[in-house]
């Protein structure tokens, strides 16, 4: 089992510009949640997709966006952006099941670097 | 809101001597969370403290949750030097895989 899996892992934009970054969640998992961690600072919770729809959001801007395949992969867009973007970029999953017990699952993550 | 506080933010410990982590959270929450972060990289899942009272061990490494208080611990017995790391609780109030994480503890374990 790959486990979480992330690309690219690192990534250097300039300001204005697009990204794409993409994520396969572990085998046997269907939900998909992203976090942004800035250096020195804690995740924060993006957004979380399940049957490829938004399910959750935290308090980004419409900049950040997403999708989910249907193979559970999912990819996380960010338009527009700024230098306070850079930060590295944690892909987690879980499985959708009633009275979970575990922990979420988090890939290696993306390092972008927007100059 | 949910905030989720920790202290101390650094740590610097002695090998061999015990220190606790402590985490506070302000609502209620179905699901507290202890990771670990090594320089440069990813998550890496320590414990998953579902209910009141609960008291999961690893090692040197020992989690409590008082939901009453609202209140994580992260207990450290006879540190040493691979245990130099960032440490990071989280809360999921529902129950839906939403994490809000601490502020971080930096733990250093010197000889």
């Known amino acids: 089992d790959a486990g979480v899996t992330q690309s690219p892992t690192h990534l250097i934009k300039t300001r204005g510009q697009q990204v794409t970054l993409r994520c396969s969640p572990k085998?046997?998992?269907?939900?998909v949640s992203w976090y942004q961690q800035a250096l020195g600072q804690g995740p924060q919770f993006i957004f979380q997709?399940?049957?490829?729809?938004?399910?959750q959001r935290g308090n980004f801007p419409d900049r950040f966006s997403g999708h989910q395949f249907p193979n559970y992969s999912s990819e996380l867009n960010v338009n527009a952006l700024l230098l306070g973007d850079s930060a590295l970029y944690l892909c987690?999953?879980?499985?959708?099941?009633?009275?979970?017990?575990?922990?979420?699952?988090f890939g290696p993550g993306t390092r972008l670097l927007v100059l | 809101e949910l905030k989720v506080e920790q202290n101390p933010l650094f740590l610097s410990m002695q090998e061999g001597k015990n220190y606790t982590i402590y985490c506070n959270y302000s609502t209620t929450s179905d699901r507290l969370y202890w990771y670990r972060q090594d320089p440069g990289k990813s998550l890496e899942s320590l414990f998953v403290l579902l209910s009141n009272g609960a008291v999961k061990q690893e090692g040197r490494l020992m989690a409590s949750l008082d939901t009453k208080a609202r209140l994580s611990t992260l207990h450290i017995t006879a540190a040493v030097h691979d245990l130099s790391a960032t440490y990071f609780c989280?809360?999921?109030?529902?129950?839906?895989?939403?994490?809000?994480f601490g502020t971080g503890t930096r733990l250093q374990v010197f000889p």
């Open positions: 997709y399940y049957e490829e729809e938004e399910r």
């Open positions: 987690a999953s879980s499985p959708n099941i009633q009275g979970w017990q575990e922990t979420q699952y």
């Open positions: 989280a809360v999921d109030r529902h129950n839906t895989d939403k994490l809000i």
């Open positions: 085998s046997g998992h269907d939900t």
